[in-house]
């Protein structure tokens, strides 16, 4: 699935990136609103890794996505 889908869906991907991410509040998903530089730039915040982690950790989340 490309990040166009999963944006159009976000109501429906919330679940499965707070189910990856369980640190993720309800409040971080709607501030990223299925924009992927936002939700790049809460992982990197949240868990206290390097944007590059945090850019694979959501390609992985991308392709794997079920919404």
């Known amino acids: 699935m490309n990040w166009d889908q999963i944006k159009g869906k976000w109501k429906q991907a919330k ?30 915040e949240r868990y206290g890794i390097a944007k590059e982690e945090a850019e694979k950790q959501v390609k992985e989340f991308e392709s794997s996505c079920n919404c």
């Open 15 to 44: 679940g499965q990136a707070q189910q990856k991410w369980g640190d993720l509040t309800d409040d971080d998903l709607d501030r990223v609103d299925g924009k992927r530089e936002e939700m790049v730039g809460i992982v990197q």
